[in-house]
């Protein structure tokens, strides 16, 4: 056995899984070794595309690359971004509406491609843009 370091502990790997994709997850409050497989699986389709769960800085480039290809391709990424920022409610409510429907699905798309541990993380923000931008915070700083 060789221990590798996973989160806050120390798990198990057969020194013959060392050639095979390798990361940490969280079960039940407990860290466990997973497959590349299982970090990728698909949970869902959104405009024929697949979510990608993100459970951690394992594989943040990969998942932000899909995630920025699935915002762009539902005309999202600028909300997400904030290269599209919210018209000012009072000068024109019915473009500020459009605008906060097409956050929350951009919202939606984010919240629903990442794990609990990592929603802990971003729970308190507003919009998409402060989700965007706090995800970036934690884990372009980590490499």
């Not at 389709?45 to 990969?62: M, V």
């Not at 798309?109 to 993380?121: A, F």
Request: charged share 25%; glycine share 6%; hydrophobic share 35%.
């Amino acid at each position: 056995m060789v221990k590798k370091k996973c989160g806050d502990g120390k798990v198990n790997i057969n020194e013959s899984d060392l050639g095979v994709a390798w990361f940490c997850s969280y079960f039940d409050g407990k860290v466990k070794p997973t497959h590349l497989n299982e970090h990728f699986r698909m949970d869902g389709l959104i405009g024929g595309q697949f979510n990608t769960k993100l459970s951690g800085e394992a594989y943040w480039a990969t998942w932000k690359f899909k995630l920025t290809v699935l915002l762009r391709a539902t005309n999202l990424l600028g909300i997400t971004d904030g290269t599209t920022p919210p018209p000012v409610k009072e000068e024109s409510k019915q473009d500020y509406e459009k605008w906060a429907e097409k956050d929350t699905k951009a919202q939606n798309i984010i919240v629903t491609s990442i794990e609990d541990c990592v929603l802990q993380q971003i729970i308190s923000c507003k919009t998409a843009c402060d989700i965007w931008n706090k995800l970036h915070t934690v884990y372009e700083q980590k490499k």
